[in-house]
């Protein structure tokens, strides 16, 4: 065999980045004993080279549900997956379940033929190769597997061989050879898999191009950096996607970094975001301890890679100083979206590379608000004259006629509706007050809803805010699903609920101002004396206002969110009797159970005490994020007496092991329909 050499056929290394929840680039389905020391070894080198993230069962001797469960989720978490047929695969229970797996779940699947015909596998029982061996030592034990598993198993394997794949032949038998195609064809296939856009990015494909032309491909052959400037809503994102799709492929390496303001604003650490693009630039997985440690690994390891690198919505010159330096090799490229002028300055950005947003053109305004209002290109006949009148008296902003336009769709049989959303469009021309209009035919219980995810749900799983509400509404899904038809709130693959930037504003100006201080999130409030006000339903309260303790006890309090406050002087008195949701970050020595026994949704970060819980009867979900000094007790002596309990999660527990979890697992018949969901790093901890 030809002596393996990785640096003879390694492409660059492109960081593929991929829409949805997929968290592997390519899963590996092998008989150990026949590739796991030669190509699997190999191929598994080459592909994480080349910037990939391959998941490569290492348990494939173990057994056990848990193993197995860990491997679906595996597999469905994987964009590409990889069957090496080799002489035992189908010796193997295991890979003949993966491969049942994979074609249930309906992914991407190149089957790879390591030494065996392609027929021998698709037709297991009608030769006499080693797979009808195989499968009929399976019928021979139905003790083990039942004989309709192992049907579903050929089946699989008639239709994976279906599709197109390799074998040894394609390169002549030569085994290095055939992993340089694999990764190539691997590669060229996720490219193919893009960020996505918008819905309808009417306008932005012209201006990218117009864009990458002048920026990023005629540039100097030098570090390039260019900014998009403007308003929020004016579509800075979507542009930056647009072009980081039509480009990235030209670099050795690229990271698009969402959110930079919002991200250092919530973890108050730059470190985050500079972990994340070592981690797709050079696929570096390490800690980065510090601002200082983070600009170290960025000189050490980007060394003489071009990379494109984008970071969207960028507001402080510590970000700019923490993210963008001179670390970067001629012929990169950076891209930065930002409402501040100022900062594309102090990052560096020469007048001559900013653009600067404006509003859609006519034509294109008129096509992204038919999109959303008639579902087409252009305008009904009948309502062509009110269209263009709202497009022009919203300026062109896309934000805008997005939300106006969802807020019209149901009304084409209604004149009256068009003509006084014209005129309210007309009479308010700023943004807010035209996004204002869509929030102001929202049902109350709508609109109570649309408030509290402005000034508290952002970024969280709609399953803990759902709990919530339906202590109080009657139409929660039903309300959420109208808020998320008329744009005023976005949630993604994974149930989380997201809000841009403006309507969250507006939803908080509207807290603040008109909702007579019902919900207080900011120490603003406090030092302004709403504190006093007994109206109070909602509170967000921070170890810098550890001295209004007292604002607790309201008796309409029923959410309450409490950060880096010493709990210790809380008195039964100071407590709500109606709070349904509590959540406790990093509080030292918290109170007892007994004084909130109704809530229904409880989350804690930080020291775990179990008297918090024994007593709160209608507790609906719980999350622990930290250590537990014993998990039997919790599962047995705790959880048993939730009667109501539907929903644990376990976070960061490092002192979870391998017989606790399995404990969780076969004693769930316990809970009913309780789900437990164990964190990535105590999944770790236990493989």
């Not at 805008?400 to 149901?410: A, K, M, P, Q, T």
């Not at 649309?450 to 202590?471: M, N, Q, T």
Request: hydrophobic letters at 40%; proline letters at 3%.
């Amino acid at each position: 065999m030809e002596e393996f050499k990785m640096e003879e056929y390694i492409p660059p290394s492109i960081k593929i980045l991929f829409q949805g929840d997929k968290e592997y680039h390519v899963f590996l389905s092998f008989k150990g004993e026949d590739v796991r020391k030669n190509l699997v070894d190999h191929l598994h080198e080459a592909l994480t080279a080349a910037g990939l993230h391959v998941f490569l069962d290492t348990h494939k001797l173990e057994k056990g549900d848990k193993i197995w469960s860990s491997l679906e989720r595996a597999i469905r978490s994987s964009a590409i997956h990889i069957p090496i047929f080799s002489r035992g695969y189908a010796d193997s229970a295991w890979c003949l379940r993966e491969a049942a797996t994979m074609v249930n779940t309906q992914g991407l699947i190149i089957p790879l033929f390591y030494d065996v015909e392609p027929t021998h596998v698709r037709y297991p029982v009608k030769d006499s190769s080693q797979y009808q061996q195989a499968f009929l030592k399976h019928y021979d034990h139905p003790d083990r597997y039942q004989r309709g598993e192992i049907e579903r198993w050929k089946v699989a394997l008639h239709q994976i061989c279906s599709h197109s794949g390799w074998s040894m032949d394609i390169t002549g038998g030569f085994e290095a050879q055939l992993v340089k195609r694999v990764v190539n064809d691997v590669i060229k296939t996720l490219d193919r898999v893009s960020l996505e856009v918008a819905k309808h990015p009417v306008g932005m494909e012209r201006i990218a191009e117009d864009l990458i032309q002048k920026f990023i491909l005629n540039s100097e052959g030098g570090l390039v950096k260019s900014g998009i400037l403007g308003i929020g809503g004016i579509s800075k994102t979507t542009l930056a996607k647009a072009m980081f799709n039509q480009v990235y492929a030209h670099f050795d390496a690229a990271s698009f970094v969402f959110n930079v303001r919002t991200t250092v604003a919530d973890s108050v650490c730059l470190t985050k975001l500079q972990k994340q693009i070592l981690k797709d630039l050079t696929n570096y997985d390490g800690k980065v301890h510090s601002v200082e440690k983070g600009i170290s690994l960025f000189r050490d390891r980007l060394g003489g890679k071009r990379v494109l690198l984008i970071l969207d919505d960028m507001d402080g010159r510590e970000q700019s100083e923490a993210l963008v330096g001179d670390w970067l090799a001629p012929g990169s490229r950076v891209v930065i979206t930002s409402r501040d002028k100022h900062i594309l300055h102090v990052a560096g950005v020469s007048p001559e590379c900013i653009h600067e947003m404006s509003g859609l053109q006519t034509n294109e305004g008129l096509q992204l608000f038919s999109r959303h209002s008639f579902l087409r290109a252009s305008p009904s006949p009948t309502y062509e004259a009110f269209s263009k009148r709202i497009v022009e008296a919203c300026k062109g902003h896309p934000l805008s006629l997005e939300v106006i336009g969802s807020l019209l769709y149901d009304k084409k049989n209604d004149p009256d509706c068009w003509t006084e959303a014209f005129h309210n469009v007309a009479l308010h021309p700023k943004i807010y007050e035209i996004l204002k209009i869509s929030y102001s035919g929202l049902s109350e219980e709508e609109k109570e809803i649309f408030l509290d995810i402005a000034c508290f749900f952002i970024g969280e799983h709609k399953r803990y805010p759902i709990v919530f509400w339906k202590s109080m509404y009657r139409s929660v899904k039903t309300a959420i699903s109208n808020l998320s038809l008329k744009l005023l709130v976005r949630i993604d693959d994974k149930g989380v609920f997201h809000m841009h930037d403006h309507l969250r504003d507006m939803g908080r100006s509207i807290a603040e101002k008109e909702r007579e201080g019902t919900r207080l999130w900011e120490a603003v409030h406090l030092s302004r004396g709403e504190s006093n006000n007994n109206n109070i339903s909602r509170l967000r309260l921070s170890g810098d206002n550890s001295q209004r303790l007292e604002t607790l006890y309201r008796p309409g309090l029923r959410f309450l969110h409490l950060k880096n406050l010493p709990l210790d002087g809380i008195t039964p008195a100071m407590l709500p009797p109606n709070l349904m949701w509590l959540r406790l970050q990093n509080c030292e020595k918290p109170f007892q159970s007994s004084l909130v026994r109704n809530v229904w949704f409880f989350a804690i970060q930080g020291a775990f005490h179990f008297s918090l819980v024994d007593n709160i009867w209608d507790l609906r979900i719980m999350q622990v994020d930290g250590d537990i000094p014993s998990f039997q007790y919790l599962l047995f002596n705790i959880l048993g007496n939730l009667l109501q309990l539907q929903h644990l999660e376990l976070r960061n527990c490092r002192n979870l092991n391998k017989e606790l979890v399995h404990d969780i697992d076969t004693n769930n018949q316990l809970f009913g329909q309780l789900a437990i969901r164990k964190s990535a790093e105590a999944t770790d901890k236990i493989q």
